[in-house]
């Protein structure tokens, strides 16, 4: 099992160009979440998806759209990027929602705009 | 608003010994806590969730409290070793089923 995927690894964006992370589980989960690590901040939440077909705002979603494409795969898309949007972002899944399902994390795709 | 604060940025121990590392909450009483293990370069990998009735939960050498009179979740490693040196992350839902906080993490480093 590969568990949750994250591509690319590694980008380097030029501001106001956009693209779109790409993430996919196949643990059969119901939610999935994206976040953003910046150091002496921690894991902030961007947006997630309780089960196909809804996604909900998180702490930090602007700047950020989402689409959960199937039960499988979550996207991020960066419409416009800014500097401020460097950063190291994680997908993550879990069973059922996060108030007492483990999450498990992809490896990260480290953004740099400049 | 609510916040979850790990204290201690880097702890430094000795091979062999307990390792604690302390999680702090404030302006909410979660049900859960949650703790993951981060290693360089890689995603978070979970560890151990406690409820606010269990008090205490261990897996092999690791131990979680959760005090909800102090509002404090503590993490204990026995018995550490070199291969348990890592980022250690605790995380508590906020508002929503699936808005997990989590704290800055104690970067722990066990010393041969």
């Known amino acids: 099992n590969a568990g949750v995927t994250q591509t690319p690894k590694f980008q380097v964006l030029k501001t106001g160009q956009s693209m779109t992370l790409q993430c996919a589980q196949d643990?059969?989960?119901?939610?999935m979440y994206w976040y953003r690590q910046d150091p002496g901040m921690g894991l902030r939440l961007i947006y997630y998806?309780?089960?196909?077909?809804?996604?909900d705002k998180g702490e930090v979603p602007n700047g950020y759209n989402v689409s959960r494409l199937n039960k499988r795969e979550f996207s991020l898309r960066l419409e416009s990027a800014a500097p401020s949007q460097t950063s190291v972002y994680f997908c993550?899944?879990?069973?059922?929602?996060?108030?007492?399902?483990?999450?498990?994390f992809g490896n990260g795709t480290r953004l740099t705009v400049t | 608003s609510q916040k979850i604060e790990q204290n201690s940025e880097a702890l430094n121990i000795q091979e062999g010994k307990t390792a604690t590392l302390t999680c702090n909450y404030t302006n909410y009483s979660p049900a859960y806590l949650q703790w993951y293990r981060q290693d360089p370069g890689r995603g978070p990998v979970f560890l151990l969730l406690?409820?606010?009735?269990?008090k205490e939960k261990r897996k092999e050498r690791l131990k979680v409290t959760f005090d909800t009179t102090l509002k404090q979740s503590l993490f204990h490693i026995t018995a550490s070793q070199p291969a348990d040196s890592a980022t250690y992350l605790c995380a508590a839902l906020g508002t929503g089923a699936n808005n997990l906080f989590f704290g800055t993490g104690t970067r722990l480093t066990v010393i041969p």
């Open positions: 993550a899944s879990s069973e059922y929602t996060a108030n007492n399902s483990p999450l498990h």
């Open positions: 643990m059969n989960h119901n939610s």
């Open positions: 998806s309780a089960s196909e077909g809804t996604t």
């Open positions: 406690i409820r606010e009735n269990e």
